[in-house]
């Protein structure tokens, strides 16, 4: 069905586009020496390809991991306060990604120079606020990509309003060709030559391109305010991340991700968030689920990104990436494959229980795995909701109710009262609090105080 829908997408205008961009073709199919990585072993390889750039990165790594570290736990404790503190938390994200995809120290200290100064103004309503010069949103952040997520998170929320943005949108990629090329550059990672490892970039941009180009309401709001001068063709916009999306998934495992320059070739990763955001905004209209399922069950003890766990355990966004490919791909399951993943789920509810929910409806903030205190509750709501624990309609997985070790552990009206009394202004907080309204019953009136 996905492959069909692939081509009668192609059909309706996009032949010109695929004769321009044949060359682009090659770097999917039937690229020299590609191999598949060894999925266990490829964080160690990607670091050993850091040291070769930096012979002292571990060391500069492990300073700076313990200063984001401790600057993430000063932003949460403000924003359990009530103190959004919306670009101090900007700037730490874009540290995290400084610290975990290149060695560029330099840019890595004055950025959490930055974030200390900024945590000295808990007036930062401004950071969450449309630029009136290019329509985009992320005004504490350098790095364009960046600046391009917050912007599909805005727009989205602005959909889900039935409101379009203030200000017209001026993108930096004008043309699909611009936009192929770009992802293209994406695509595959030089860190010993470079510094840079392109997987957070690429990650980032694929999520918000898939947005784009999946959601028609989105679409809709995209088309009539894109541009302020000139005009921009956004269904060539969209065929174009269409094309980069529907080649770049590999064939072998079902799964998208980066690739990376090793000893003179290319290996390819499965990527468990790039993989989950392409099937969420499709609704599973993917090719290769076989493919997928199998190694979605297969990577289940290998590190993030190219598996289930971070650190060596589980987090809610990690299960929640998991649990909505499950969503998607239950139709596509074997009788055996679908008694595996009823195990798995049952694993990662009592898992997200015992490890991250307080009795009183709170989640713990890990600094470690979560980018800010509100991310807790996004993650955690989002695992339970994916899963109908609190819709049994909703279900996917069973038609039975919950067993006794399961039922009643997580109080959807106490949380949803938590989520209320911190007042969050970001995205994960109003996405937090949108699922909970649509999945809690009817909750009693009761004060909540601030913790």
Known sequence: MAHALWSRRIAAGFRQMLLALSGVVAIFYGFPSVALADQGGM???????????????????QHYAERLEALAAGIAAEQAAGNTLQCSEQLYLEAKWLLGYTANWNALEDKLERIERSLQDKDQNFASEQS?????????????????????????????????????????????RELINYLQSLLISDIENTGIDNRGE??????????????????????????????????EA?????????????????????????DGKIRKTTDLSITFHVVRY???????????????????????????????????????????????????????ERRTARDEIRQMLLWSFENTLNPDGTYRHNPGYGDSFADEYYFGVSLLDVLGYWKPA??????????????GRADCCLIRQRVKAYGF????????????ERSCSVCPAQAVTQR
């Not at 964080?43 to 790594?61: C, H």
């Not at 969209?238 to 090793?262: C, K, L, M, P």
């Not at 279900?395 to 039922?407: G, I, K, M, S, V």
């Open 132 to 176: 009136p010069v290019d329509g985009f949103w992320g005004l504490c952040y350098d790095q364009w990509f960046m600046r391009v997520g917050a912007t599909a998170t805005a727009i989205g929320l602005l959909t889900s309003q039935g409101e379009p943005p203030h200000y017209r949108l001026r993108p930096r990629l004008r043309t699909g």
């Open 425 to 436: 202004e970001s995205w994960a907080g109003a996405g937090a609090l949108e699922k909970l």
């Open 238 to 262: 969209r065929e174009a991340a269409w094309f980069f999306i529907h080649g770049s998934q590999d064939t072998a495992t079902g799964y998208w991700g980066a690739w990376y320059v090793i």
């Open 394 to 407: 909703e279900r996917f997985w069973t038609d039975y109710p919950l067993e006794p070790a399961l039922a």
């Open 43 to 61: 964080r160690d390889i990607i670091v050993r390809e850091f040291e070769a750039f930096d012979p002292n990165y571990r060391e500069r790594r």
């Open 202 to 235: 690429l990650s980032s941009l694929m999520t918000s391109y898939s947005t784009a180009a999946y959601k028609r309401d989105l679409q809709d709001i995209l088309s009539g305010y894109v541009a302020l001068d000139e005009s921009i063709d956004w269904d």
């Open 282 to 336: 499709s609704k599973g209209e993917v090719d290769h689920w076989p493919e997928i399922i199998r190694t979605t069950l297969a990577i289940k003890d290998d590190p993030y990104p190219f598996g289930w766990r971070s650190g060596g355990k589980f987090t809610n966004h990690n299960l929640y990436d998991v649990a909505s490919i499950f969503k998607f791909g239950w139709p596509h399951m074997s009788e055996e």
